[in-house]
């Protein structure tokens, strides 16, 4: 058996390995070590991953991912959730179909702090479903908004996935941050509009709540703008150089912490579950690190990827086709796969792919509107019937409501989001204007 051929058992066995549900860095660790092993002998393997795993949590960058994870469980723990959708509902829930509309708008809200789109999907689930079910919205409505305004949580900086990304590909974590937000801003207004048409094709589906008096929303928003503060200081920050990513996750955190302690009322047995929640999740995700920097090195060694980017590279077909042929592959991955698992495991196959592109970028520019490219292709995968992970977290807190209901009322937000990417294909602009002022 060639280099070539393990390279390629080694993919297809990872991915085998996690479609059977075996953890990701488990199955990661074990499809790279064998592939290593089978390259170079078992000897070399061994010790090659006593180095990698010294190089690669010897990087300080990776501080990053704990206090980002620590602000979303601050703001989870502290009620933040449950006081961004409050300011949304007040000024758009006597609007038929208000409550749905305001539901996005505190999952974008949410996500901004929150960075991971199963918890903002929980959260707002736990928050905004049993008012919009009071309210007699249907089962397909409220499940399906719920689901795809989770997606947002991992979409609207800051955002694990891509501070991950941006370590792996060696860019800058706050020109993706920055990146993301248009493509973020078109989601939620995307998902707002698909509310709006489905509220006029089914009137029934979304009865108009009571108005709000002015007074009273102008109360709501007052517990939002300190949330909306942090947002601003921790992306801005990063980007104009006030301090470093991992400063700003740090401020970030800290912040959140306060005016979950202040605002939402978070005391001692709060901080120690977000602590604790943070640490599973740190080593979870710090496990799964370890596992694809040793499939990646087995790739490496086997040539496949630098195979296939020359190969592709020589076809005769234009260069955003095997751009779309490469989404087309996440889309298909994400029904099935968790979002960063997904990402870490096909990275170092596919970088390498649209590098050897000539797509009219520098290589920087590629690597940011790529990086956007798949975050979106990933998280409309997760709420793709039938697999999709989101719809089964929706649908577990929802016993009531038939997954074929979740279903239909989640097609027109997979619609939407086929939409955006086609247009964040056709226009990379959309990625990298903002990027590009600084």
């Known amino acids: 058996m060639s280099n070539l051929d393990i390279g390629a058992a080694l993919f297809l066995g990872a991915v085998l390995l996690i479609v059977l549900r075996m953890p990701v860095g488990i199955a990661m660790l074990l499809a790279g070590g064998l592939g290593f092993a089978a390259i170079t002998g078992w000897w070399p393997m061994l010790n090659s991953l006593k180095t990698l795993t010294f190089s690669r949590f010897s990087n300080h960058t990776l501080t990053v991912i704990p206090f980002f994870l620590l602000m979303g469980e601050f703001a989870t723990k502290g009620g933040l959730s449950q006081s961004l959708f409050a300011c949304a509902r007040a000024f758009l829930g006597h609007r038929r179909g208000g409550l749905a509309?305001?539901?996005?708008?505190?999952?974008?809200?949410?996500?901004?702090?929150?960075?991971?789109?199963?918890?903002?999907?929980?959260?707002?689930?736990?928050?905004?479903?049993?008012?919009?079910r009071r309210q007699g919205y249907s089962g397909a409505l409220w499940t399906g908004t719920l689901a795809a305004g989770g997606t947002l949580g991992i979409l609207i900086p800051p955002s694990v996935i891509l501070v991950i990304?941006?370590?792996?590909?060696?860019?800058?974590?706050?020109?993706?941050?920055?990146a993301a937000i248009i493509p973020g801003l078109l989601a939620a207004l995307g998902y707002a509009l698909v509310v709006n048409l489905y509220v006029r094709l089914a009137p029934d589906a979304a009865p108009p709540a009571p108005r709000i008096g002015w007074w009273q929303r102008l109360r709501a928003s007052r517990d939002v703008w300190p949330a909306v503060l942090v947002f601003l200081l921790v992306i801005l920050g990063i980007n104009f150089g006030w301090f470093s990513p991992t400063e700003g996750a740090?401020?970030?955190?800290?912040?959140?912490?306060?005016?979950?302690?202040?605002?939402?009322?978070?005391?001692?047995?709060?901080?120690?579950?977000?602590?604790?929640?943070?640490?599973?999740?740190?080593?979870?995700?710090?496990?799964?690190?370890?596992?694809?920097?040793?499939?990646?090195?087995?790739?490496?060694?086997s040539q496949m990827p630098a195979h296939l980017s020359r190969f592709v590279a020589g076809l005769d077909v234009p260069p955003l086709v095997i751009v779309a042929c490469i989404l087309l592959a996440y889309l298909l991955l994400g029904c099935v796969m968790e979002s960063l698992a997904m990402v870490l495991l096909t990275l170092p196959v596919f970088v390498p792919v649209v590098l050897a592109l000539d797509l009219g970028l520098t290589p920087t520019q590629t690597l940011i509107w790529f990086g956007i490219l798949v975050l979106v292709a990933v998280e409309t995968g997760m709420i793709s019937p039938p697999f999709g992970l989101n719809l089964f977290v929706i649908n577990a807190m929802a016993p009531d409501v038939a997954i074929q209901q979740t279903y239909k009322g989640v097609l027109g937000f997979c619609l939407s989001d086929i939409v955006r990417l086609v247009f964040l294909v056709a226009f990379p602009g959309l990625c990298l204007w903002l990027p590009g002022l600084w």
Request: glycine letters at 12%.
């Open 101 to 132: 509309v305001a539901t996005i708008g505190g999952s974008a809200a949410f996500g901004a702090i929150c960075g991971s789109s199963l918890a903002t999907a929980a959260t707002m689930a736990q928050v905004a479903g049993p008012e919009m």
């Open 165 to 178: 990304y941006a370590i792996y590909t060696e860019q800058s974590i706050g020109s993706l941050f920055i």
């Open 250 to 301: 740090a401020i970030g955190a800290f912040a959140v912490g306060l005016l979950a302690v202040v605002v939402g009322g978070m005391r001692l047995s709060g901080f120690t579950q977000a602590l604790l929640a943070t640490a599973e999740t740190t080593a979870l995700i710090f496990v799964i690190l370890l596992g694809a920097e040793l499939f990646s090195a087995a790739l490496a060694l």
